[in-house]
C-alpha cells in the first residue's frame, strides 16, 4: 500500500527519516516483521514493543510507528511518532486491509454464554446451504472448512483484520464472529463493520475485569452501538427476550429488532419443547407462521441457541423453509456438552461450561438421561489468577450432581489448594472430593464410576491443553478419562474424534 495513503488515517503525527513510498505488510510482532514492511511498537502489560525496534529492522522494516524515543537511521527508516500507538493500529490494520468486512456479510455473537455454539450453528448451517463461508472464536478461525488456531476468543485488531481480509479475499460472503466483552472494551473490533449483532445472555463471569455487572453489560452493548446510526444500511439487532440485559442492548442501537425465547413472546418463540437423548424438538412460533423443529442438538440452552441461529440467517435474508432443514442436519459444536461415543458401559460428555449459568444448563440437559439407580458425576475446574468471586458460586450450582470432583482448568501461577477451596466453600453437602491436579482428577472420575453412570468433565471443552505457570502442556480430559476407563471396565472402541 502507498504509505502517505496508509498514513492518511493518523490525522496527529511527527515524521522523521526516509519514508518508503509503500508498505509491504504491518506488523505488532517484530518477528512477523516482512521486508519492506511497518512495525507498530505497542505497550502491553509484560512487554514493549519499543524495546524490539532493532530486531524488526533487522527483519526488513521500513516504517516504525513510535510513541516513544527510538534510534535509527533515518537515511533507511523513517519513524512516525504518535500520542497512542493502540489507537494508531486501530486505525491502521483496517486501512492496510482496506476495511474488508464491507465486502461481506458480517455477524457478531456476543453474551457470557452461548457465543461459540450460536456461531458455529450459523456457519455449519450456512456451510451445508454451499455459501462460502468464516467463522472466529473460541474454538479458532474457520474458513469454509479449514480450521486455524488462535488465541484468543476476539483475537488483536490486527489478526481480526487479517482474518476478515482472508475471508473476502477467498469469495466467503458472511463471516460469523464470536465478540468477547474484552475484545470490545479494548477495540480489538476497531475497523469491523457488523451487519447483524446478536446479544445470548449475560451471567456472572470476568468481574475481575468489569468489576461490575453494569460494567460487563455496558461493555457487550458495544457491539449494538457499533452497528452505527446509519438507517438506510440494512442491519439487525437479535436478542434473547428471555434475558432481563436484553433491553439494555436494544438501547443501544436504532436498527430493527429481533428477539427470540422460550418464555416470552418472541419474533421467534420455542413452544411444546419435547428433550430427548440424541435430539430435541419444538414447535417454532415466527414472524411467518409457526414450524415443526427437529434438531440433533439436546437441551433447553441450544433450544435458545438455534433461535439465535434461525433468527440471524432469517435477518440475512433466507426463508424459514430454506432455514429448518439445515437446522435438523447441524453438528454438535466441538466441545460444547459433546457426548463421547464409545463402547464403555459410561456415558461421558466433555463440556466448556466455566461459568454458574453454564454448569446449571448442562446438569439441568443432562439429568434427565439418568436411569434409576445410577449417578452422574461432575468434575469441574477454574482458571487461577482470575474471577474468584464466582468459584463458591460455581461450587453451589456443581452440587445438583450426584457427585462433584473439585480441580483446576488452567492455574496458572495460583495454587491448586487456593482454587480447590473456594469452588468447594458452598457445597451443601459431602459427596465431593477436591484434587488440583487436573489429569489426577480426571483419572479419579472414572475410579468412582459405576457401569450406567453419566460423567461431564466441564471446563476445557475442546482445549487440549492446560496452562500451568506460563506454560502450557497437552492436556486432554476425553483421553485421559478413556484411557483410564479402559483400565477399569477393558478396552472399548471409541466412535468419534476423541480416538486415543
Known amino acids: 500500500m502507498n504509505t502517505k495513503e496508509l498514513l492518511s488515517v493518523l490525522p496527529v503525527k511527527t515524521i522523521k527519516g526516509t519514508m518508503p513510498e509503500r508498505v509491504t505488510d504491518l506488523a505488532v510482532d517484530s518477528r512477523a516483521v516482512q521486508d519492506g514492511g511497518a512495525f507498530v511498537c505497542l505497550k502491553g502489560y509484560t512487554v514493549n514493543g519499543h524495546q524490539f525496534v532493532k530486531q524488526a529492522i533487522l527483519s526488513g522494516a521500513r516504517l516504525i510507528i513510535a510513541s516513544e524515543p527510538i534510534t535509527v537511521d533515518e537515511e533507511r527508516i523513517a519513524v512516525v511518532y504518535v500520542e497512542d500507538t493502540t489507537k494508531a493500529i486501530q486505525l491502521l490494520a483496517a486501512k492496510f486491509y482496506n476495511y474488508p468486512s464491507k465486502r461481506m456479510t458480517m455477524i457478531g455473537v456476543t453474551g457470557t454464554n452461548g457465543k461459540t455454539s450460536v456461531s458455529n450453528i450459523i456457519h455449519d448451517m450456512l456451510r451445508q446451504a454451499e455459501e462460502k463461508t468464516a467463522v472466529s472464536g473460541t474454538i479458532g478461525f474457520k474458513l469454509n472448512d479449514i480450521l486455524y488456531e488462535t488465541e484468543n476468543t476476539t483475537t488483536d485488531v490486527l489478526t481480526t483484520q487479517q482474518m476478515i481480509a482472508q475471508a473476502a479475499s477467498e469469495g466467503c460472503q458472511s463471516m460469523t464472529m464470536e465478540v468477547s466483552s474484552h475484545g470490545l472494551v479494548e477495540g480489538r473490533l476497531a475497523g469491523t463493520e457488523f451487519d447483524i449483532a446478536i446479544f445470548t445472555n449475560l451471567t456472572h463471569d470476568h468481574l475481575d475485569y468489569h468489576k461490575t455487572m453494569e460494567n460487563y453489560s455496558a461493555a457487550k452493548g458495544l457491539l449494538f452501538a457499533q452497528l452505527g446510526q446509519q438507517l438506510d444500511q440494512q442491519k439487525f439487532a437479535i436478542v434473547n427476550a428471555d434475558d432481563p440485559w436484553s433491553s439494555k442492548m436494544s438501547e443501544m442501537t436504532s436498527f430493527p429488532l429481533f428477539t427470540y425465547g422460550i418464555h416470552v413472546k418472541s419474533s421467534f418463540q420455542a413452544t411444546n419443547i419435547r428433550m430427548f437423548s440424541n435430539k430435541t424438538e419444538f414447535q417454532l412460533l415466527a414472524p411467518d407462521g409457526t414450524h415443526s423443529v427437529t434438531m440433533p442438538l439436546i437441551g433447553e440452552f441450544n433450544v435458545y441457541n438455534a ?78 489468577n482470575r474471577d474468584r468471586l464466582k468459584r463458591p458460586i460455581m461450587g453451589e450450582k456443581a452440587a445438583a450432581a450426584d457427585y462433584v470432583v473439585f480441580t483446576t482448568d488452567d492455574p496458572r501461577d495460583e495454587s491448586y489448594e487456593s482454587i480447590v477451596s473456594e469452588l468447594s466453600a458452598s457445597m451443601p453437602h459431602n459427596q465431593f472430593a477436591c484434587i488440583g491436579d487436573r489429569e489426577e482428577a480426571v483419572r479419579y472420575t472414572i475410579e468412582m464410576a459405576n457401569e450406567g453412570d453419566i460423567i461431564i468433565f466441564a471446563g476445557k471443552g475442546h482445549e487440549d491443553f492446560q496452562i500451568i505457570g506460563k506454560t502450557k502442556y497437552p492436556h486432554s480430559d476425553a483421553a485421559i478419562a478413556l484411557d483410564e476407563a479402559a483400565k477399569k471396565f477393558g478396552n472399548a472402541s471409541v466412535v468419534n474424534k476423541f480416538d486415543r
Request: neutral net charge; proline residues 5%; hydrophobic residues 50%.
Open 307 to 384: 433461535l439465535a441461529a434461525v433468527a440471524a440467517l432469517y435477518a440475512k435474508g433466507m426463508a424459514i423453509e430454506e432455514i429448518l432443514p439445515l437446522l435438523a442436519t447441524v453438528s454438535t459444536v466441538k466441545g460444547r456438552l459433546e457426548k463421547v461415543e464409545t463402547t464403555l458401559p459410561l456415558t461421558i460428555f466433555v463440556d466448556y461450561a466455566h461459568s454458574p449459568d453454564a454448569i446449571e444448563k448442562a446438569i439441568a440437559t443432562v439429568q434427565p438421561l439418568k436411569k434409576e439407580g445410577n449417578r452422574l458425576l461432575f468434575l469441574i475446574g477454574t482458571g487461577g
